[in-house]
């Protein structure tokens, strides 16, 4: 289990490296999950092995450990959230127009996304009949 865990915070520490040095605008931790991806793809593909083998291994014993866990990962979130309670109640309303209007902007955005894709797939379904 501790090989497993080491491979994860090697895979995060490689996509920090990367991310910091390429200036790339992706967090390392994005990065990491991505080459974590692509090497267990990879020797998945080397060994033969399937799905659930690979659930059983080091890393997949590891990684159903932290998702059980994972509410706990948030208590520091919560913590700095009301250290700033006071500048939360400051700026609350600003804090909540933006929410509200950033949650709208993405609503709005994926619908009309979904539309076009909905078109461009359908007209190039109709273009394909003979």
């Known amino acids: 289990m501790v090989r497993g865990f080491v491979?994860?915070?090697m895979c995060q520490l490689?996509?920090?490296?990367?991310?910091?040095?390429?200036?790339?605008?992706?967090?390392?931790?994005v990065l990491g999950l991505v080459l974590?991806?692509?090497?267990?793809?990879?020797?998945?593909?080397?060994?033969g092995l399937d799905r659930t083998e690979v659930g059983e291994s080091d890393v997949g014993r590891v990684a159903d450990g932290l998702l059980q866990?994972?509410?706990?990962?948030?208590?520091?979130a919560g913590v700095g959230v009301v250290q700033h309670l006071k500048l939360i109640e400051d700026h609350g309303l600003?804090?909540?127009?933006?929410?509200?209007?950033s949650t709208a902007i993405t609503l709005i955005v994926t619908v009309l996304v979904f539309v076009a894709v909905a078109r461009w797939v359908s007209?190039?379904?109709?273009?394909?009949?003979?």
């Not at 490689?14 to 931790?29: K, N």
């Not at 866990?69 to 520091?76: D, I, R």
């Not at 600003?94 to 209007?101: K, P, Q, S, T």
């Not at 007209?123 to 003979?130: I, L, M, Q, R, V």
């Open 7 to 9: 491979l994860l915070l």
């Open 14 to 29: 490689a996509g920090e490296a990367f991310s910091r040095a390429l200036g790339l605008p992706v967090p390392g931790p």
């Open 36 to 47: 974590l991806f692509l090497g267990l793809q990879y020797y998945q593909r080397i060994s």
């Open 69 to 76: 866990n994972l509410a706990l990962l948030f208590v520091p």
């Open 94 to 101: 600003a804090i909540a127009v933006v929410l509200i209007g």
């Open 123 to 130: 007209e190039a379904s109709g273009e394909s009949k003979p």
